[in-house]
C-alpha cells in the first residue's frame, strides 16, 4: 500500500517555521511546491475549525526568530533576560487542588500525578484514547555489518497497525533496531526519534548537522549498547492537515478532533511505546534499559513520551524548546503564541490555542517544571545551546523547569540539580537525576551526547529505575 501524500510530504513541510539563527545568512529556501501549499491550505481549514470549536474570534500572533518579516509572526523574538519572566510564579507541583500540601510518596503516586496529568492531556497535549489499536511488528530486514570498527546487526521493522475498525487509513511505524553482535546477551538501546529520509524544504527542524568524530550511535556502540530509530511521521504526519490521517485519524475513523484529542506530540510518543513493546519482545534488547533521545520537535517528543509512559529507563531532550521542556510562562524565544501558530498547533490539543487568546501562558494550569515531574523518578537530561544559534529554544528556561522539578525528584528519593542558578556555559550540572548542560554549539544536540552516554552508563550499570505509577 503507497505512503498517503500527507504522511509522504509531512516532514518537508514546515512552511513557516523557525530557522535557526546560524541559517538566517542563508540561500531563500524554494518555494513550496502545489502539494505542499494544498497541505498548507488544509491545516489553516482545519486549525479555523477548531477555533469555531473553542469560539476563538482571533490569536495573538508569536514573534519572528530573525529580523526579517516572517509570515504569521510580529515583532522581534525576545532575548533580553530583564523581560523574561513577566510570570514569576509557577503552578506548585507538591500542592493539590485543594490547597493540601503533597507530603508523600503516595499522595504524589495516587492524588497529586494524576491532578496534573488530567491537566497536561486536557489543556496542553490532548487525551490519549483509553484503547488504541494493536500493533503488529515485522521485520522486515536484517543486515550484518560494521559501524566504525564493531560488528553489528540492523533490522528493518514495521508496525503494523490493526486498522480493521477503519479500514480506510493504513498505519504502519517504521522503526530500526542496531545491536552490537559481539556482546552476548540483551544490550540496553537508546532509541531516537529520527528524521528519515527525503526533501526537505522550508524545514524549521531540519536533521542536526554532522560534526567530525565518532557519531553518537558509535560512541553508543563503544559501550555495548544498541541503538534504534524510530520514524515519527509514520505514525502521524507532521501537519494539521494531517490529523485525519495516521493513528490520530485512524482512532477517530477519518473524523476531525475534539477540543481535547491527542495532538501529534502525544501520537509520536505512543508510537515510541509501541517500539518499546516490540523490545520487549526481543531477545537482544535489554528492555528494562531503553533510553529516548529528541532533538527540537522530536525533544518536546521525548520528553512527552518520558512522562507518559514509566517503562522508559532514561530521556536525553535536547533544544526542546516551547510546547516541550521550556516553561511556557518564560517570555524568551519560541513563545506559547509559536506553536499555536497553523504551522505547529497540530502537535498538541486544540484546547492548547486558547493560551494564545484569549487566555495566556499565565492561565494554563501546569507548566513544564511538572511536565519533568511526571518522569520522576527516573534520570532526565535536559540539554540546550548558545543563545547565539539556539536562542529560540529558551537553555534558561529549560533550566529552570528542571529546578522547578526538583522537589518533585527528592519527595521520591532522589537527586535534583542541586541549584537554582543558571550555570555557565558548558557547566554541566550532572550529579542529580534530573540533570542540564547548556553547550556552546547551536541547534544541535552532537556536543552533548559524550555528557548523556555518561550519565546513562550511570544508571545502566546499576538496577533500573522503577515506578509504582505510569501509562502506556
Sequence with gaps: MSTPLLVRCSVSLFLLAFVPQSSAQQAAPPQPSAQQLDIQRLSLEDRQRMLDLLHIQSLRMGPTSRPE???????????????????????????????????SAKIWWNRRRPEIVEDFDREVYGRAPKNTPKVKWEATAATRGMNGDVPIVTKQLLGHVDNSSYPEIAVDIQL???????VTGPVPVIMEFGYGAGPRGAGRAPAPPVVPGPT???????????????????????????????IIGLVNKGQPRKVDDWGALRAWAWGASRALDYFETDKSVDAKRVGLEGHSRFGKAAIVAMAYDDRFAIAFVSSSGEGGAKLHRRYWGEMVENVAAPNEY???????????????????PVDSHELVALCAPRPVFLSAGATEGDGW???????????GAGPVYKLLGKKDLGTTEFPSMETGLM??????????????????WPVFIAFADRYFNAAPVTSSRGGR
Design 216 to 246: 553518537w550511535q558509535q560512541q553508543v556502540l563503544a559501550k555495548g549498547w544498541g541503538y534504534a530509530s524510530l520514524l515519527p511521521t509514520s505514525v502521524q504526519a507532521d501537519n494539521g492537515a494531517g490529523l485525519r490521517q495516521g
Design 431 to 448: 550529579e542529580g537525576d534530573v540533570s542540564f548542560r547548556q553547550h556552546s554549539a547551536g541547534h544541535t544536540p552532537a556536543p552533548n
Design 346 to 364: 497540530h502537535w498538541m490539543a486544540g484546547n492548547f490555542l486558547k493560551y494564545s487568546g484569549p487566555l495566556n501562558a499565565n492561565d494554563l
Design 176 to 182: 530500526t533496531l542496531t545491536t552490537p553482535t559481539s
Design 69 to 103: 518579516p516572517q509570515p504569521g509572526r510580529t515583532g522581534l523574538v525576545n532575548y533580553d533576560e530583564s523581560k523574561a519572566n513577566p510570570y514569576p510564579e509557577l503552578p506548585d507541583p507538591l500542592v493539590l487542588k485543594n490547597g493540601d500540601k503533597v507530603t
Design 393 to 403: 529554544v529558551d537553555a534558561k528556561g529549560t533550566f529552570l523547569a528542571g529546578a
